[in-house]
Every structure is written in structure tokens, then in C-alpha cells.
């Protein structure tokens, strides 16, 4: 494996990049030597270290990709090739080089760069990205668009190990090697989850069966055997059975594409050396790379995991001051659903977690380890995880889909099909619901209320507080069919947690301020906002807890006693909770005046969780101030009506 020059602490000043300085687009790259890309390398590492360091952010998966990021721009004629990269947590290299070096310290923040490849912010980040395993299928699109143009470019999609188990990567495959498009998939291969068969003898193969003399020989044999079939026959199958025993790439080559590798991702002149191989083969090529994620920081090549992303690391102060005793840390609704889950499971052997790929996030490490034959990763496939959750139901045992709300829309078929339609007992803890920060829309929980309200035998809970999490995470095990408990990222407003559970009525919210002539129905972890509004208007507010069944009889009480009901909620306005206050009160022929506030009808683009709810009106300043716009609406409305009675 070629040397990379390992740092082991983040950089505090910014680095000395000459030769980076001078590459503000991939043309520029390209006219360096080969010789000189050792220290690009060195220089980018170095950057992106100081930059990530400056303004937090993806970090592990962009550091193991250096090398492979300069290959495939100083190889491939972007942005005329098309570069499509998967997920896009690996894709601040792709930005350093392709203009936005000066700007990476602005990613994630408003107005800042975006977390990952938008289309909207440079020609060179070919798709938007931000879901897994979408790479293969855009791409070949991109091929096939080329294709009907008569337009002879490349498209080349990179993918990693883990977004490889999806099921729409390998839908994909199998098109792109019936279509024979010339069509380059590169398999970021960072956990050595596929082969561990990296090394001289490997290298060598590689160089081999990605070589001119190899791929000429083969064509001009398959021209020779062409009139002969079974002999043609043969040759393939002795050449598959070559090719098995010296590489893990069978499975590719069935599916019609030319395997290729695995080769070291951080060598940079064998990469060279088989991409520019690999770029005069026509028809699909699967190039395999093996790295390292965190490669050149030590600490994070120990702790890939720890290291997927960091904040931002502020400065030393000069004067230490005087130590504070810290306040006790409050737990992440992450953290209460994955204490809640252990606590089940061990009063409860039918009990099984299940998670695509979101072990951390999720916070079902204790579990896993306590619970080894309870616990279920079944990688980046959200619709087998709904499906693996039915089936289990239907013979007896308790599943618990730990999924974020982002990625259950990917799984929205099962849901409705394999779970609802049987009214299956699948309880659904859908984490990061609502806007989730500097990820952006590609992760924002912002539809689940209104995808799952429409589902009929459904159960949908909305808990305001980590307490509330806890025991309607219990509520919706306990029910018969499914169900379903949405919290937000990140912790809550520390409200203490009762150990002992207890399911709450179905369908029962509660009052949390009694006030008058204004009444705020808040859905979920927005209470807190719309209690500190309430306070100088004396509103009532209420803490609805369920989005489905609504409480109904409660409705009908504020409606009775109030001038104006306030839907709140971090959803969508259109089609969620408020939206069902409103079709209940029409049902009932009843006419009043209702607010609803929630997300607007746009995606809401990255920046912190407050600027986020400032932007959207959802923090106590924008609640006060649309309450008080309507009721000056409602004040003229009746002026205008007692005017017009009185001529």
C-alpha cells in the first residue's frame, strides 16, 4: 500500500497548499504531472482537515476517498463525464476541486455550501444526493440520456460497501448489464465488508484484467469463437472460473459486467494506471477499491465510527476561566428510546429490535450487545426491515422498527401493504422527525405525519417531551396493529423520566394552559414554543399526544370555548395534524376560524434547528406573531360584517 503521510491531530491554522491553491476547477488538475498528485493528496488531506475542523461536518468518509477523488477528476473529463457520487458524505474532496475550496468552511451552514452533491450549487455535482444507494440508477440514466443524444461521455458512479446491500443498487446493476452501457460503477469498498483481498497478487490481477492487451485478446477471442457456440461457451465459463479464484467479483460478472479489482484506493499511481484502462473498455465496467475511512488521521483510522462526522472545534481561550459545575447532561430522545427498548426487552422476551443500518443514530448499541438474537441489522434496506418486522408479527413476536423518518419513506409500500393492511402488531419509533439542521431536506422528517395519517389502522403519536417518548413508545407496543411514536433529534427540555410505564387512553390529549378566547392544539415537541407564545396572549394550550385517533371530544371542547384554534406541528401543513383538526371540525359542520402552523409547502434548505424554526414561524416569536396577525384579520373581519349589517 502506498505511504500516506498520517496526521494525528486536526490542524488549528490553515495548512500551506501551493499546488491545491492553484486548482480551482478539474482542468486545472489535469495539467499537473502524475508525479505531482502525491502532494495534491497531502495538501487536499491536509485542507480538508483544517476546513472540517473550522466548521464541523462529515469527516471520515471524505478523508478515505482523497486519492480516489483525484483519480477519477484527473482521469475522466468532468463535468462532461458524468461523476455521480452515492450518499455524499464522502463528496468534500469533489467540492475542494471543483471551485468551492474557499467556501467549505460555510458547508452545512445557512446560506452556507450543502452537506452533499446539489445540483443547484455546481455543474460538477451531477445529482442530487443525500439518500444511499441512488448512484447506479442516476447514473445510468445519465448513459442512457448520452446514448440517445449520440453524445460519447462516460458516466461513473461511486458507491460504498454499505450502500451496496440495498436492493436498488442491485436493481440497477442488473438493467445496466442488460442495456450493455458504457457505464463505470466504482465500489468504495471501506469496511472490508466484501473482501479483505487487497495486496501485491491483487494489484497485479487488477492491472491485468483492466489492461489493453487483456481486453483485446478477449475481444478478438470472442470473435474467433463467435461462430462456435459451445466453444464459445466454454471460454466464458473457464474465464468466470478464473476470474472467481483470483477475485471476489463473480456475483458482477453475472450480472454482465467486467470486474475489475480489488485494488489499494490509496495508491495513487495504480488507480491512475486502471482508470485510465478501465476508460477505453466500452460497455459496464466494475471498478473495486478498497480504502479506509479516516485514512491519514490517526484517530480516526482507530475510530471510523466516532469520526463519521465532528463539530466544529473551537479555539483554546488564552485565560482559562473558572470551572462551573456542569449541569447533568440530558438524554437524546435517542437515548430514551434506547433505554426504553432495553427495559422491554428484558421484561418481555418477544421483543425484537430491528434497524437498517442505523445501530448508532438509533441508539441500540446497549441493545445489540445485551440482546444479540434479538437484534436485527439488516443494512441499507429499509423496505426489508418493514417487511423482516411484518413477518416476524405474524408468528407471535413484539418487532420494534428503530428507523428515521426520512428513510421510512423509503419503505412506504411495506408499511401500508405488508403491515397495515394486516393490521399487524409493528410499532415504528421514527427518529428525526421534523426539520433535523444542517443535514437539510435529503433528512428532514418533514412528511411522516402526513404520509402515515392517511393510513388506515394506523396509530400515530406525537410525544412533547422525553417522558411522554417513553411511555408512548409503551402505549404503541402494547396496542393491537400498528403504530407508530415520531420524536425529533437531539435532546428535550429535560422533563424527568418515570421508570414505571404505563400505557396512555388511546386518542387522549390533555390540557397543558388554561386560557381564553385562543387555544393552541400542539402536536409533539412543539408544546414548548407554543406554551411560551400562549403566555402574553393567556392562550389555553393543548398537548394533543395523538395525530391518530384524534381526541375528538377535546376538539369539541376548545371549539366551544375558544374564538381561534392554532394547529402546531413540525409537518408539513399540508395533509398533517392540523389538517386533520380541520377535516374533524368539518365533519361536524362546525364553522371556526383555525390557524394552522407547520412547515410551508417548500423544502427548508440546511442551517441550525433554530434558524430553521425561525425561518419557518415555528419558534415562540412566530407563533406570537401569526396569532396575533389573524386575530387583527378576525377583528376587521367582524368590524367589515358589523358595518355591512348596519347599511
Same mark, same amino acid.
Given at each position: 500500500m502506498q505511504d500516506t503521510y498520517v496526521f494525528q491531530?486536526?490542524?488549528?491554522?490553515?495548512?500551506?497548499?501551493? *499546488?491545491?491553491?492553484?486548482?480551482?476547477?478539474?482542468? =486545472?488538475? #489535469? !495539467? $499537473?504531472?502524475?508525479? =505531482?498528485?502525491?502532494?495534491?493528496?497531502?495538501e487536499l488531506r491536509s485542507f480538508l482537515l483544517w476546513s472540517v475542523g473550522q466548521s464541523g461536518g462529515h469527516f471520515g468518509a471524505g478523508l478515505g476517498v482523497i486519492?480516489?477523488? $483525484?483519480?477519477?477528476?484527473?482521469?475522466?473529463?468532468?463535468?462532461?463525464?458524468? /461523476?455521480?457520487?452515492?450518499?455524499?458524505?464522502q463528496a468534500y474532496p469533489h467540492k475542494i476541486l471543483t471551485g468551492r475550496r474557499e467556501q467549505l468552511t460555510s458547508i452545512r451552514k445557512r446560506d452556507g455550501l450543502a452537506g452533499f452533491p446539489n445540483r443547484g450549487e455546481s455543474e460538477?455535482?451531477?445529482?442530487?444526493?443525500?439518500?444511499?444507494?441512488?448512484?447506479?440508477?442516476? @447514473?445510468?440514466?445519465?448513459?442512457? @440520456?448520452?446514448? /440517445?443524444?449520440?453524445?460519447?461521455?462516460?458516466?461513473?458512479?461511486?458507491?460504498?460497501?454499505?450502500?451496496?446491500?440495498?436492493?436498488?443498487?442491485?436493481?440497477? /446493476?442488473?438493467?445496466?448489464?442488460?442495456?450493455?452501457?458504457? /457505464?463505470?460503477?466504482? *465500489?468504495?469498498?471501506?469496511?472490508?465488508?466484501?473482501?479483505?483481498?487487497? +495486496?501485491?497478487?491483487?494489484?497485479?490481477? @487488477? #492491472?491485468? !484484467?483492466?489492461?489493453?492487451?487483456?481486453?483485446?485478446?478477449?475481444?478478438? %477471442?470472442?470473435?474467433?469463437? %463467435?461462430?462456435?457456440?459451445? $466453444?464459445m461457451a466454454l471460454a466464458k465459463k473457464t474465464e468466470e472460473h478464473v476470474k472467481g479464484m483470483i477475485s471476489p467479483g463473480t456475483l458482477f460478472e453475472e450480472l454482465g459486467f467486467n470486474y475489475i479489482g480489488p485494488v489499494d484506493g490509496h495508491d495513487l499511481p495504480l488507480l491512475l494506471e486502471t482508470l485510465r484502462n478501465i476508460r477505453d473498455l466500452d460497455g459496464p465496467q466494475f471498478l473495486h477499491v478498497v480504502t479506509q475511512k479516516g485514512k491519514g488521521f490517526a484517530p480516526a483510522e482507530r475510530d471510523p465510527i466516532g469520526y463519521h462526522a465532528i463539530n466544529k472545534i473551537e479555539p483554546k481561550p488564552t485565560v482559562q476561566p473558572t470551572p462551573v459545575p456542569s449541569a447533568p447532561k440530558k438524554p437524546k430522545y435517542s437515548n430514551v428510546f434506547g433505554q426504553w427498548l432495553c427495559d422491554m426487552a428484558e421484561a418481555d422476551p418477544?421483543?425484537?429490535?430491528?434497524?437498517?443500518?442505523?445501530?448508532?443514530?438509533?441508539?441500540?448499541?446497549?441493545?445489540?450487545?445485551?440482546?444479540?438474537?434479538?437484534?436485527?441489522?439488516?443494512?441499507?434496506?429499509? =423496505?426489508?426491515?418493514?417487511?423482516?418486522?411484518?413477518?416476524?408479527?405474524?408468528?407471535?413476536?413484539?418487532?420494534?422498527?428503530?428507523?428515521?423518518?426520512t428513510f421510512l419513506q423509503r419503505a412506504y409500500d411495506?408499511?401500508?401493504?405488508?403491515?397495515?393492511?394486516?393490521?399487524?402488531?409493528? !410499532?415504528?419509533?421514527?427518529?428525526?422527525?421534523?426539520?433535523?439542521?444542517?443535514?437539510?431536506?435529503?433528512?428532514?422528517? @418533514?412528511?411522516? !405525519?402526513?404520509?402515515? #395519517?392517511?393510513?388506515?389502522?394506523?396509530?400515530?403519536?406525537?410525544?412533547?417531551?422525553?417522558?411522554?417518548?417513553?411511555?408512548?413508545?409503551?402505549?404503541?407496543?402494547?396496542?393491537?396493529?400498528?403504530?407508530?411514536?415520531?420524536?425529533?433529534? +437531539?435532546?428535550?427540555?429535560?422533563?424527568?423520566?418515570?421508570?414505571?410505564m404505563s400505557a396512555l387512553p388511546l386518542g387522549k390529549g390533555r390540557l397543558a394552559r388554561q386560557g381564553h378566547r385562543v387555544a393552541i392544539l400542539a402536536f409533539g415537541t412543539v408544546l414548548a414554543a407554543g406554551l411560551e407564545a400562549a403566555e402574553p396572549l393567556n392562550a389555553t394550550v393543548a398537548d394533543m399526544r395523538f395525530v391518530k385517533p384524534l381526541d375528538e371530544a377535546l376538539i369539541d371542547s376548545l371549539a366551544d370555548s375558544h374564538d381561534l384554534l392554532v394547529t402546531l406541528e413540525e409537518n408539513v401543513i399540508a395533509g398533517g395534524a392540523g389538517s386533520a383538526v380541520v377535516e374533524y371540525l368539518n365533519s361536524r359542520s362546525r364553522t371556526l376560524p383555525v390557524l394552522q402552523l407547520g412547515l410551508p409547502d417548500r423544502f427548508v434548505d440546511h442551517g441550525k434547528h433554530s434558524e430553521q424554526l425561525h425561518e419557518c414561524g415555528l419558534d415562540a416569536e412566530g407563533i406570537l406573531s401569526s396569532i396575533r396577525h389573524r386575530l387583527q384579520t378576525l377583528e376587521k373581519d367582524t368590524q367589515n360584517l358589523r358595518l355591512a349589517q348596519h347599511l
Open positions: 491531530e486536526i490542524p488549528t491554522r490553515r495548512p500551506n497548499t501551493p *499546488l491545491l491553491d492553484r486548482i480551482d476547477s478539474p482542468a =486545472q488538475l #489535469r !495539467l $499537473l504531472d502524475d508525479d =505531482q498528485l502525491v502532494q495534491v493528496a497531502r486519492e480516489l477523488t $483525484l483519480a477519477l477528476h484527473y482521469v475522466f473529463n468532468t463535468p462532461e463525464d458524468r /461523476l455521480v457520487w452515492d450518499v455524499g458524505h460538477y455535482d451531477t445529482f442530487g444526493v443525500g439518500h444511499s444507494s441512488t448512484s447506479i440508477s442516476a @447514473a445510468l440514466g445519465m448513459a442512457i @440520456a448520452a446514448r /440517445l443524444k449520440g453524445i460519447s461521455r462516460k458516466s461513473i458512479a461511486v458507491i460504498g460497501d454499505g450502500a451496496m446491500t440495498a436492493g436498488l443498487a442491485f436493481e440497477a /446493476l442488473n438493467h445496466a448489464s442488460d442495456l450493455d452501457s458504457d /457505464l463505470l460503477v466504482v *465500489l468504495n469498498d471501506n469496511d472490508m465488508s466484501i473482501s479483505h483481498n487487497v +495486496g501485491g497478487l491483487s494489484n497485479y490481477f @487488477a #492491472r491485468l !484484467l483492466s489492461s489493453r492487451t487483456y481486453n483485446q485478446m478477449r475481444d478478438s %477471442s470472442k470473435k474467433v469463437l %463467435s461462430s462456435a457456440p459451445n $466453444l418477544r421483543v425484537v429490535g430491528i434497524t437498517p443500518a442505523m445501530r448508532e443514530g438509533s441508539d441500540l448499541v446497549a441493545f445489540s450487545e445485551r440482546f444479540p438474537d434479538r437484534y436485527f441489522d439488516v443494512a441499507i434496506a429499509e =423496505q426489508h426491515a418493514v417487511t423482516l418486522a411484518a413477518g416476524l408479527a405474524c408468528d407471535g413476536a413484539k418487532p420494534v422498527v428503530a428507523i428515521y423518518s411495506q408499511l401500508i401493504h405488508d403491515v397495515a393492511i394486516q393490521n399487524l402488531d409493528v !410499532l415504528f419509533a421514527i427518529d428525526r422527525a421534523g426539520l433535523v439542521g444542517e443535514d437539510g431536506p435529503t433528512h428532514a422528517g @418533514a412528511f411522516d !405525519l402526513t404520509y402515515l #395519517r392517511c393510513v388506515p389502522n394506523m396509530v400515530i403519536m406525537v410525544p412533547s417531551d422525553e417522558n411522554e417518548t417513553r411511555q408512548m413508545l409503551y402505549t404503541g407496543l402494547e396496542h393491537t396493529g400498528p403504530a407508530a411514536v415520531r420524536y425529533p433529534r +437531539g435532546t428535550g427540555p429535560g422533563t424527568e423520566i418515570v421508570a414505571e
